[in-house]
């Protein structure tokens, strides 16, 4: 009889190890109890601040916003709040939740059949749920772009500035996307991440929070849609072809890098382009001197050009690992060639027979050895 096998013991409660196999359990019984908050009247107006969108706005019997605290019509229009932190906060833990699903079920069974090493398996997970994100945020922000009719009226980026009041949709979104920058940043731990990989991805998602915040901040959300769509689809381009350089299908990765190397550049160039546009030309035929934070108008000359600056130094510093990465491309590829080239003219010549004086026949090798000798009858 075999000897029986050992369970695998379970780690001490609240230790780290504990935490990080249980950390989606943990979190979503945190989230229920906060749902549950709005069952009882005392608890419910601390549970609403984390799970409904606040500084909402309803209209009246004359047409007209106004705030809907304390009114029973759910809110359609909202504006920006400092109660927003919270809102993102629930929302945080609720994808790190998602993401653990994500990784369970989905990306851990697919790289597990990959055989990969531990880098490899780091940067599979990483770009499995990358490109999962700027799917949906592609498709999202299409959505709105279209719903808005930015694409058919380009002019209403700036139009009518401040853009005070946001549609429910569009304030969902622009939370989450903060949201899930946020999420990313416990996901470190969670994941165990290398060390000599976290000042990397740390540096990533904070330039995308501080983006995304500045422009919800200073209600420049409308040409951020604009923007973050064209970004995340030159991001699923690339963690597209990432992945299936990973799976080791060569031929489909390469032709997703191809195409990442042409969408890249022209995605840097049309934000740039939008941006000078809005901030330049647009916000620039209604500038004030001075910002005023009660009306929520940021469009003064300075703020303008640190914004304007600000995403001209980041398309530009997004653009040279690209560019080093495409002339050490081609140099690898003139060296290649170089090799050939010299491999050709190296080439041995072809077996023959020489005939002597005394009429044998002498085989060579084409190097100068001898490989026998043949006697004429």
């Known amino acids: 009889m075999g000897m029986p096998r050992k369970k695998p013991k379970s780690p001490p409660i609240m230790s780290h190890e504990f935490v990080i196999q249980n950390h989606a359990d943990i979190l979503a019984c945190i989230a229920i109890l906060i749902v549950l908050g709005l069952v009882a009247e005392i608890t419910a107006k601390v549970s609403r ?37 919270f809102t993102v906060l629930f929302q945080a833990m609720m994808l790190i939740v998602v993401h653990a699903v994500i990784q369970e079920y989905i990306v851990d069974k697919v790289s597990k059949k990959l055989h990969l090493s531990k880098t490899k398996n780091s940067r599979f997970s990483e770009s499995g749920q990358l490109l999962v994100w700027c799917i949906v945020a592609v498709g999202w922000s299409a959505h709105l772009i279209i719903k808005n009719g930015f694409f058919s009226n380009i002019s209403a980026l700036w139009e009518d500035y401040p853009h005070t009041i946001i549609h429910w949709e569009t304030k969902l979104y622009l939370l989450v996307q903060m949201a899930y920058w946020v999420h990313m940043y416990p996901e470190l731990y969670f994941q165990k991440a290398r060390k000599e990989e976290i000042p990397t991805r740390v540096r990533y998602y904070t330039l995308h929070l501080v983006f995304l915040a500045g422009a919800y901040a200073l209600n420049f959300w409308r040409v951020s849609l604009i923007m973050g769509m064209l970004h995340f689809t030159a991001e699923a381009v690339f963690h597209a072809s990432r992945l299936l350089y990973f799976a080791e299908k060569n031929e489909l990765a390469e032709m997703g890098f191809t195409i990442w190397r042409f969408v890249f550049p022209i995605v840097r160039l049309l934000i740039l382009a939008i941006g000078f546009l809005t901030f330049r ?23 303008r050009i640190v914004c304007l600056s600000s995403l001209f130094v980041l398309q530009v510093w997004l653009m040279w690992p690209y560019t080093q990465l495409i002339v050490r491309r081609r140099n690898e590829q003139e060296e290649l060639k170089k090799k050939a ?37």
């Open 49 to 85: 601040v984390f799970v409904f969108l606040q500084h909402g706005f309803i209209k009246n019997e004359e047409g007209e916003l106004e705030p809907a605290v304390g009114k029973d019509a759910f809110p359609i229009e909202f504006t920006r709040g400092y109660l927003d932190i």
């Open 281 to 303: 030309l647009g916000l620039g035929r209604a500038e004030i001197q001075e910002v005023d934070f009660a009306t929520g108008n940021f469009n003064s000359p300075f703020v």
């Open 341 to 377: 080239a010299v491999l050709s003219t190296a080439k041995p010549k072809p077996v023959g027979k020489k005939q002597k004086k005394d009429g044998s026949f002498e085989s060579t090798n084409g190097v100068g050895g001898k490989s026998g000798k043949l006697k004429k009858n």
